[in-house]
């Protein structure tokens, strides 16, 4: 490692103008340094992709003889900020027109990535994933767009309803020439001439059961529920079939003018059992009395586009973290709420695994 060659990433702004400072720019934060005798600007300067970390120090040391430790403190430094990186990368598993469509996507990993680890790899893990979303509805037709650009590899798509012309004020996959198609076909078409190197499975079918939740979801990564449909035992069969199958998945809805997001790892992080679990009795009577009656609203619901945009761009942003290691999901244990509102987004509910829960619990081992 200490011969490897380290540069400056390239999302780094140095900014040099003051000769007695020095101010870096990175993910908007601005970091700032009093550089009274010009020896960090000089470290900087050897953050170029031509020196390793030997031949930094060796330099530093051989120009400031006085501060024998500085260039490792400053290597950490920069180190621990995730600011430099290996020159060049290692090698890539990627083709050349893949290296080109996503090198936004991993100069983007790489903002994140410590020294070391290939950006590439995480592209490749997408490339390579099996994602299933249930439902081609405002929230999938979103989800399915940002999943083909993002650069999932294997899509399972799954709905059973057609295109109507009130669709189009969210439905962004469909245009007015779809009218009357079924959703799950259109969808795909679309989506395979957006990307045309996706396999896209397309299923035509109205989720009756646990079981049919089960026989999709089989051998995928990593579940994007975004049916409604039954609203309240769609969660629940979800929930027992990834659970069973041991397939995380991510689960989100809209109500009005507030959108809601949650993420489960069974085995990991709390299911909706467990979540249900920690509930006080209020609640649950709530839930019962709800599941009972099944009240929905009478047609048509309300929905605005804008806002299942925003509550799909989340989703897809906690679909690579729990496709990848790039960081810790975010909606694990905890409910988030989307407020048209206000704009933000906020915990609204949280729980943690029920090593009792019958349905996550048992499945243990
Ligand atoms: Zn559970």
Known sequence: MEDMKVRLKSTVLLYKKNPKRLALRFCSEIIDFDDEIGDIRFFFDLLNGQHSV??????????????????????????????????????????????????????FF????????????????????????LGCGGLGSHIILELAALGIGNLTIVDF????????????????????KKKVFVARDNIMQFNSKIKVNAIEKKIESPADVTKIIKGHDLVICV?????????????????????PYINGGLDIRKAVFYSVIPGETGCTECWKSSLTE??????????ITANDYIAPAPALSALVSITAGAMVC???????????????????????????ITTTEQWTINPECTCCGLNEG
């Open 282 to 291: 209020e609640k649950r009577k709530f839930i019962d009395e709800d599941n």
């Open 161 to 180: 309803d057609k295109i109507e012309l009130s669709n189009l004020n969210r439905q962004i996959l469909y245009k007015e020439t779809d009218i009357g």
């Open 227 to 247: 049916a409604d449909k039954p609203r309240n035992e769609m969660v629940n069969w979800l929930n027992a079939a990834c659970c069973t199958e041991k397939i």
């Open 54 to 107: 030997k031949q930094i120090i060796e330099a530093y040391s051989e120009r400031y003889p006085h501060y024998p430790d500085k260039a490792q403190t400053y290597l950490d430094t920069v180190n621990e900020l995730k600011l430099i990186e290996f020159h060049p990368q290692d090698s890539s598993p990627l083709t050349h027109k893949q290296k080109e469509r996503f090198s936004r996507n991993f100069e």
């Open 318 to 344: 906690e679909t690579v973290k729990l496709l990848t290691d790039l960081q810790y999901a975010s909606l694990t244990n905890n409910l988030k709420t989307f407020s048209f509102d206000d704009l933000t």
């Open 110 to 133: 790489n903002s994140i990535l410590p020294i070391g680890m290939n950006k590439y790899e995480i592209q490749n893990t997408l490339l390579d994933s099996q994602v299933v979303v």
